[in-house]
């Protein structure tokens, strides 16, 4: 678990990681030591109130969220999910458990989409097959109205991102702290989630990045990241790099194997590699 904490008008942010396996596994080969994943749950605070933005994937790690966020002796008004993909909502049961006065929010996608995470086909023949016996009840987040949330005066505005690693995503804009919680419209020296996208997706995704960077933020807390690594503007850059790196290769190649090993040059110390074997069997239509 990481706490980064930047005080500003009032408000301060904090950053928590949870390490995980990766979800693909069947590597052909690829540094073992980076073969994992780390999510982020940020954590805005005022002098008395709080929004988290994300959870975790298991059980264990939302305990852990839950006596993290509970160190900050602030009362929890929202939990904010930036999209619908399992790993990063799948917690909210745990945490309104021990804040019964929070609601988890979304927009009216992101809690359209997030029951597909509680099909079978997801539930049962991916999750919790991955993750046995730690993957936690669903609760589902409920509609945001509005297209911000207000905490003590401070706005804390939604950003809709349209596709990135999936559909629907969005990050959030602080500007009293100049912080974007980017969701996973940004990675952080980790292999982006590319298994649901095409070539003109990932060209929408470089610009969604790319319009995060316009608002000149001093910090960008990416949904993976490296733990150890600081939250920089940089990794906005980078993330659009690497997609339009993906789509010139994928261009360039006829495998699976060899569009994987070509990215894997370019990023050899990046985590999770198997995100980009995924992603490079997904474009390739499992051709190796």
Do not use: C
Request: charged residues 20%.
């Amino acid at each position: 678990m990481e706490k980064i904490i930047e005080p500003g008008f009032g408000l301060s942010y904090a950053v928590s990681s949870a390490t995980r396996k990766g979800v693909t596994r069947d590597l052909p080969h690829g540094p073992e030591d980076l073969q994992w994943v780390a999510n982020t749950s940020t954590l805005i605070y005022g002098t008395h109130e709080a929004v988290l933005v994300d959870t975790f994937i298991s059980i264990s790690q939302n305990d852990q969220l839950v006596e993290w966020v509970k160190s900050f002796n602030r009362k929890l008004t929202h939990i904010y999910i930036t999209h619908g993909h399992g790993d990063h909502w799948f917690g909210i049961g745990q945490l309104l458990k021990a804040f019964p006065g929070a609601v988890a929010v979304g927009t009216a996608s992101t809690v359209a989409d997030a029951p597909i995470n509680d099909q079978p086909l997801w539930r049962e023949n991916f999750w919790e097959k991955l993750f046995p016996g730690e993957i936690p009840a669903s609760v589902y987040p409920v509609v945001l109205d509005d297209d911000f949330i207000d905490l003590e005066g401070h706005r804390l505005e939604i950003i809709n991102t349209g596709h990135t690693d999936t559909a629907h995503s969005t990050s959030l804009w602080v500007p009293d702290l100049r912080l974007v919680v980017a969701g996973d419209v940004v990675y952080n020296h980790t292999h982006p989630f590319t298994g649901e996208t095409t070539t003109e997706s990932r060209e929408h995704w470089a610009k969604a990045a790319e319009n995060l960077r316009a608002l000149n933020p001093v910090a960008v807390v990416s949904g993976h990241k490296q733990p150890n690594l600081p939250d920089d503007p940089e990794t906005i850059t980078l993330t659009a790099a690497y997609l339009r790196d993906f789509n010139r290769i994928e261009a360039e190649t006829t495998t699976a194997l060899e569009l994987y090993d070509k990215m894997l040059d370019l990023y050899p110390r990046w985590a999770n590699p198997g995100s980009l074997w995924g992603g490079a069997k997904a474009a390739k239509q499992v051709q190796r």
